[in-house]
């Protein structure tokens, strides 16, 4: 399987990282592409509409997208399963902190077209102000709420790949003041799954 891939793409780094988690990143080539919505890609538009990675194309050439999609479809595999709970209290917890940290990256992304990406007179501050308070009140939540001792599954690699990138990309800090949060980060970023996906490269928009 071909997985069209790029180094800063946290919905992409999701999907490897549950790979490596799953047994399954043997079975991957990872193909390098950039992306951005002002820059086209034509090789990633040929698999996906949207001209969006992460794209996983199977081997009789259909192709799998969006990052929730892909990542549902290889815990089908053998050895996968239970990184996606299968029913009942458990599959509904993880799936909603796969949500929400689905919801961290676009409101990153978002602040940052607003503070860095799009040209200084077009931003717009109450947007920025806005998508802040997303991440922040995000943060207090998974500090009060989130199950970090519960058995490894799909919500707690998007969340740690999506707090990475929030770092990588040094939007509002999530562990001041967070210690539970804090601790369950540095903790799991040291699993294998995640010194071998690190961030790297820039946006060219």
């Known amino acids: 399987m071909d997985l069209i891939y790029q180094t800063h793409s946290p919905y992409a780094r999701k999907v490897l990282v549950l790979a490596h988690e799953a047994g399954l990143a043997g079975q991957l080539r990872v193909v390098h592409q950039e992306t951005s919505p002002t820059n086209r890609n034509d090789d990633v538009f040929a698999v996906n509409p949207l001209g969006k990675v992460p794209v996983l194309v199977l081997p009789d050439g259909e192709a799998i997208f969006d990052s929730i999609v892909i990542c549902d479809y290889l815990a089908s595999l053998d050895g996968g399963s239970r990184l996606i709970p299968q029913g009942g209290r458990a599959r509904w917890s993880a799936l909603r902190l796969q949500a929400l940290a689905q919801g961290l990256c676009d409101a990153g992304i978002a602040l940052r077209w607003e503070t860095v990406r799009r040209p200084e007179a077009l931003r717009y501050a109450p947007l920025a102000e806005g998508m802040t308070a997303k991440l922040v009140e995000s943060y207090d939540y998974l500090e ?6 519960a058995p490894l599954h799909v919500g707690h690699i998007a969340l ?7 770092e990588f990309r040094a939007l509002p800090a999530f562990e001041p003041g967070r210690p539970r949060l804090a601790h369950w980060y540095r903790s799991f970023s040291e699993r294998p799954s995640m010194r071998a996906t690190l961030y790297d490269g820039e946006t060219h928009d």
């Open 160 to 166: 740690a790949t999506a707090l990475s990138w929030l």
């Open 144 to 149: 009060r709420e989130a199950d970090f001792d």
